[in-house]
């Protein structure tokens, strides 16, 4: 049984970590995997009554992961702490399955009241490194935590909250774990990015000249009015301009120029 519930702790860290390349490398340099090692006796000791036994192996657990565990929290299967220094998990805090925290993460309370006070995580919740969930909040299935998030309210299942106050900034359709909080498409792609930066910058610069236009004419001049987009826009309420058919305007530049010559 703690064979079975180790190997299946080594393989869900080699799942989660890219960096993770072979189980001996896992059993003896992942302070996380040795944390809840160290947790689960404090937790039987705890559980049997001896409470300072067992908040003093949590303690030398800590000396040893940078890992604070309270003994009295609840942990599901297959959780994982990446790099571990810093992480704090309190005393009523309660973990779903394949839970993953990186480090810096607090699971803290906000009051001094001996009833549950810290937070809940569900089932597949990935918290980035630094984030605070702080006080007796549920944390939905499958959400994610930005790095250096702060979380004080509930957050629905599957949605990714960032900033602080945290704040939701997508909702996601996938359930699977993406290492980092970051699906494989996810991956940002410099070229693609400063592609779409010119686009908006481009997009941006047409509408001011129409603007200039119609106050200057009441109405856009003729070359920007056939201006084709030059990008598709990604956003699919914004309809593609019509082709260009005689006279192309094929640079944004030339189109400023031209609308510049005839209102001068
Ligand atoms: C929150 C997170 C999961 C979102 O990843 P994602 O799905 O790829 O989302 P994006 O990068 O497209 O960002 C979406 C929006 O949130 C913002 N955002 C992302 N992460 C943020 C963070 N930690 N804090 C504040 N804003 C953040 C982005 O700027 C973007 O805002 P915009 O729409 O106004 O441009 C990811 O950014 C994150 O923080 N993961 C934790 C990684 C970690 O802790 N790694 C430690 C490894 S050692």
Redesign the pocket.
């Known amino acids: 049984m703690i064979f079975k519930s180790l190997q299946e702790d080594i393989a869900s860290i080699r799942n989660r970590d890219p960096a993770a390349h072979s189980w001996l490398e896992v059993v003896l340099c992942y302070p996380g995997l040795h944390a809840v090692l160290i947790h689960r006796l404090s937790r039987w000791c705890w559980a049997r009554g001896f409470r300072v036994l067992g908040r003093f192996i949590s303690h030398v657990g800590k000396i040893f992961t940078g890992i604070e565990i309270h003994p009295a929290a609840t942990i599901g299967p297959r959780f994982f702490i990446?790099?571990g220094t810093g992480v704090v998990i309190g005393e009523t805090a309660v973990i779903g399955a394949d839970v993953t925290l990186?480090?810096g993460v607090t699971l803290g309370g906000t009051s001094l009241h001996k009833g549950k006070r810290h937070p809940t995580l569900e089932d597949g919740v990935?918290v980035?490194?630094g984030a605070q969930v702080l006080g007796p909040i549920t944390v939905g299935k499958g959400a994610?935590?930005?790095?250096?998030?702060v979380v004080l309210t509930d957050v629905p299942p599957g949605v990714?909250m960032?900033?602080i106050p945290a704040r939701m900034?997508?909702r996601r359709k996938e359930t699977e774990f993406c290492a980092?909080?970051?699906?494989e498409d996810?991956l940002?792609d410099p070229v693609v990015r400063a592609i779409d930066s010119v686009r908006g910058q481009v997009s941006a610069l047409i509408e001011r000249v129409q603007e200039l236009e119609t106050e200057l004419h009441g109405h856009p001049a003729e070359a920007c009015g056939r201006l084709p987009r030059m990008f598709p826009s990604a956003d699919p309420t914004v309809p593609a301009a019509p082709a260009a058919t005689s006279n192309p305007v094929d640079h944004p530049q030339t189109a400023v120029a031209k609308s510049r010559e005839m209102s001068s």
């Not at 994610?144 to 998030?149: C, D, K, L, S, Y």
């Open positions: 990446d790099h990186y480090h990935i980035g490194s994610r935590v930005g790095a250096n998030a990714t960032v900033g900034v997508m980092y909080g970051l699906g996810d940002p």
